[in-house]
């Protein structure tokens, strides 16, 4: 209390004062509280079990009353969120408003042993299926719960970042702890249970030791690949492993990544999210039916994505060539599209072709393909590699387009329906990045074009597998067929 009177004090003399209502005495007993305020000092006295410092509880007792209120607000923000687009609804949830709004509390607090994150991720899980339009019970929900990376939606499940958040925390601020404070009240204990619960995710693998051991990807990403395998390993049909590991291959949920803004072409329709994220985790995307070609189609709506009469193909072809074109007039290389006459003994006609040179003294000519991952010549391949089937289209490609390659830089350009990228394609790609990257000085620009021909390749995998059930539609009253 003495000390108290002297800062005041001395803060007079520079003008300050100390706000009494704002200040608080954790613990103390109610004598205590009698003599401190008898002196003058009229500060709250609060009940460890109550207090809390920047939103994180500093007793244990607090963290389940700090976890429902988290439960609350989200509960609360949901029913708002849905009211928007599902593509910015989606989004909002990943970046703002789900786990972001947590990771101080599982950073700072032992949250990992507390069953209100159990009833968080429930409702996490429910909002994420109501704004997608997507059904995630079983192992599909497990999977949108993975990061992007690793084939999920991004939404991640508090239960599973829980521990590998207090544990890099932890030992991120060891040094500090054990000089500030005395053995056991270090978080011995709560770093014990810790790596029990971060144990079992894992199946026992050693956890990272110093320094990686402060990072907490290094701690959550043998949780993730131990989930991801789990699924991987459970998948019994050839089409579940391929649709797992394309969903786990580079720029595949590039989409995912990309800001929704509708004025540059990167908003998805709300059923072109739906059908995405189902292509993506394996839900229902369609009700079963007969596609007009006279092929049944499940309610994965696989059909549509390689059905001859495919609605989609011309429309994402044109969309992913003009961005290329685009892209390449933005890096200081003027382009064609589908020239003619390129050479006398061939009337083949590439997606695209520069007027400068682009590689060795050579033009650019480039020709784009979108292979379908599980149709049935790709699916038993496409299931022991992601990219099986886009590596076959451009080795198909590069000899189509043989008889061109002394006079220009061929460079076929295959990306799958489910995401995966052939080699050629993504070199090419990531080269063209960084041109741009070096004439804009912005480091995103490769990764701004892959979103873009992401969403490109959604929304023409929507387009086809709507495309199945146009028959479906009754005709206009008075047209062909008369009124129904």
């Known amino acids: ?38 002196r003058g000092l009229h500060f709250t006295f609060m009940n460890p079990e109550e207090a809390v410092l920047l939103g994180a509880p500093l007793h244990e007792a607090g963290v389940d009353r700090a976890l429902g209120e988290k439960v609350t607000d989200l509960s609360r923000l949901l029913t708002r969120i849905k009211l928007l687009p599902a593509h910015d609804g989606l989004y909002l949830l990943r970046n703002v408003l789900a786990i972001p709004r947590l990771q101080f509390l599982l950073r700072a607090t032992p949250c990992f042993d507390s069953k209100e994150l159990n009833v968080y991720d429930s409702l996490l899980l429910e909002s994420l299926s109501t704004i997608a339009n997507v059904d995630l019970s079983g192992p599909r929900g497990d999977q949108a719960l993975l990061p992007v990376w690793a084939g999920g939606v991004g939404v991640r499940r508090a239960v599973h970042l829980a521990p590998s958040a207090f544990l890099s925390s ?11 404070l005395p053995p056991g009240w270090r978080g011995e204990e709560a770093e014990d249970r810790a790596l029990i619960v971060w144990g079992a995710m894992v199946g026992g693998a050693s ?65 072109a999210v739906a059908i995405a994220v189902a292509l993506r985790l394996g839900a229902p995307a369609v009700h079963a039916h007969v596609c007009a070609c006279g092929a049944a189609v499940g309610s994965s709506g696989h059909h549509g994505l390689s059905c001859v009469r495919s609605a989609g193909r011309h429309s994402r072809h044109a969309s992913a060539n003009d961005i290329i074109h685009r892209a390449l007039h933005a890096a200081g290389i003027p382009a064609l599209l589908e020239p003619t006459g390129l050479l006398t003994s061939s009337n083949l006609r590439p997606d695209g072709v520069s007027t400068l040179p ?38 198909k490609k590069s000899a189509k387009y043989a008889a061109f390659a002394h006079t220009y830089e061929v460079v076929p350009i295959a990306i799958e329906t489910l995401g995966s990228w052939g080699p050629s394609a993504w070199e090419f790609i990531c080269d063209l990045g960084r041109r741009l990257a070096r004439l804009t000085g912005d480091p995103r620009a490769g990764a701004f074009l892959r979103q873009r021909l992401s969403v490109a390749v959604q929304r023409g995998n929507a387009v086809s597998v709507k495309g199945t059930q146009g028959h479906l539609c009754p005709p206009p009253a008075g047209g062909p067929g008369g009124a129904h």
């Not at 590991?245 to 998805?268: F, K, M, T, V, Y």
Request: proline share 6%; aromatic share 4%.
């Open 1 to 38: 209390m003495e000390d108290v009177r002297r800062v005041e004090e001395s803060a007079l003399g520079v003008g300050l004062t100390l706000n009494h209502s704002k200040s608080e005495i954790i613990g103390g007993s109610p004598s205590v509280a009698r003599d401190i305020h008898e």
């Open 170 to 180: 932890l030992h991120g601020t060891r040094e500090l702890t054990d000089t500030l």
């Open 358 to 395: 682009w590689c060795r003294g050579k033009p650019l000519l480039w020709d784009f393909t979108c292979p379908d991952t599980v149709a049935a010549s790709h699916v038993q391949d496409s299931a022991v590699s992601a990219g099986a089937a886009a590596s076959a289209a451009e080795q």
């Open 207 to 271: 956890h990272p030791v110093a320094p990686a051991c402060t990072s907490q990807r290094a701690w959550d990403s043998p949780v993730v690949l131990y989930s991801f395998n789990s699924l991987l390993t459970a998948a019994a049909q050839p089409v579940d492993k391929a649709r797992l590991l394309a969903s786990r291959s580079p720029g595949s949920g590039d989409w995912l990544q990309a800001l929704p803004l509708a004025n540059i072409g990167l908003r998805l329709d709300d059923q």
